[in-house]
């Protein structure tokens, strides 16, 4: 599966982005697909995932971030509200050969390349 993800800029503390994930090379209905980020200095982190058993959040980013799948387009959308400056990192796509998600970054099996979001105060 090859994984290319874009959307991201800079945008002002609580203001909205959409990140999309384009996938080719296997149908993303057949993946367990997942955002995790990573800002400086820091260790990757997830932040949502989807998959077959339903979609999932870490506490930091429940109520504002919301994650969804788009089967025809095979793509993975992240919309981003309530943006707070320590949302500020590269976030990446990943996708796992299973249906089941995870929020560990060493079980997923392919991941894009990041797109850098910056949140100013």
């Known amino acids: 599966v090859q994984l290319q993800a874009y959307g991201g800029g800079l945008v002002q503390a609580g203001g909205s982005l959409r990140l999309s994930c384009a996938a080719s090379?296997?149908?993303?209905?057949?993946?367990?697909m997942g955002w995790f980020r990573q800002a400086p200095g820091k260790d990757r982190e997830f932040a949502a995932a989807?998959?077959?058993?339903?979609?999932y959040y870490a506490d930091s980013v429940k109520g504002r971030f919301t994650i969804s799948r788009d089967d025809d387009k095979n793509t993975m959308y992240l919309q981003m509200n309530g943006l707070e400056p320590e949302d500020t990192a590269v976030y990446f796509c990943a996708a796992r050969r299973t249906t089941i998600t995870s929020r560990v970054p060493n079980e997923y099996d392919f991941w894009g390349q990041g797109t850098l979001v910056t949140v100013s105060s």
């Open positions: 090379g296997r149908r993303i209905s057949t993946v367990a």
């Open positions: 989807i998959g077959r058993l339903g979609k």
